[in-house]
């Protein structure tokens, strides 16, 4: 199993720039999530998804939204990017009756 | 209010030794999950253990333990026989009523720095 995967691992925006951070798991995981992690501070949690077709706010989500069309691809879409969205962006995954999220290795954005 | 608290920002460790990396929690519900994550210098995050509040035994995976004291709302992980490799960026983390399907949230604290030294 590739685990959880994202695309891309590094991206430039400009301010005003939209643009669609991908991730996909493999291991048939009900729920996926999209975490920020900003300089010296934990995560926090901007979407979830419980399943196909289901989608939830978590903590910081405006300025992102999110669709769940299929049980392996959550992809996260910017618009309008501000330098207030760089950071780093992480993808997680997890099982259903299981407790442990698993996550990508994380997409660095900069918005300039 | 903070719902995870790490207080030491560095720890540093000889090889070998065992070391004890603290966190405190503040929630107001019975059932909940304790976690902890490992972040490398490469910057991916790498699940170590969980503790769920009704767990009696203090959980354990290889050389993590994780201490839960339930009254004290503390969840310290210690790690044995530290190795050059566990240096990195610890994060204690918390879900509040898994088994009621609430919050899907993970709320993470701002993690502790462990250097191993040879």
């Known amino acids: 199993n590739a685990g959880v995967t994202q695309t891309p691992k590094f991206r430039i925006l400009k301010i005003g720039q939209s643009m669609t951070l991908q991730c996909a798991q493999d291991m048939n995981h009900n729920y996926m999530y999209w975490y920020r992690q900003d300089p010296g501070m934990g995560l926090k949690l901007i979407y979830y998804?419980?399943?196909?077709?289901?989608?939830d706010k978590g903590e910081v989500p405006n300025g992102y939204n999110v669709s769940r069309s299929t049980t392996e691809d959550f992809p996260l879409r910017l618009e309008l990017a501000a330098p207030s969205q760089t950071s780093v962006y992480f993808c997680?995954?997890?099982?259903?009756?299981?407790?442990?999220?698993?996550f990508g290795p994380g997409t660095r954005l900069t918005v300039t | 209010a903070q719902k995870i608290t790490q207080t030491q920002p560095g720890m540093f460790v000889q090889e070998k030794e065992a070391v004890t990396l603290d966190c405190t929690y503040d929630t107001s519900d019975q059932s909940y999950g304790l976690f902890w994550y490992k972040q490398p210098s490469s910057g991916e995050m790498i699940f170590l253990i969980y503790q769920g509040s009704y767990d009696e035994q203090n959980a354990t995976e290889g050389r993590y333990s994780l201490n839960f004291q339930k009254a004290r709302k503390s969840a310290n992980l210690v790690i044995s026989a530290s190795q050059l490799g566990d240096s990195a960026m610890y994060f204690c983390?918390?879900?509040?009523?898994?088994?009621?399907?609430?919050?899907?949230?993970?709320?993470f604290g701002k993690g502790t720095k462990l250097t191993v030294n040879p």
């Open positions: 998804s419980v399943g196909a077709g289901i989608t």
């Open positions: 983390a918390m879900r509040e009523n898994p088994s009621q399907g609430g919050s899907e949230k993970l709320v």
């Open positions: 997680a995954s997890r099982d259903y009756g299981r407790s442990e999220q698993y």
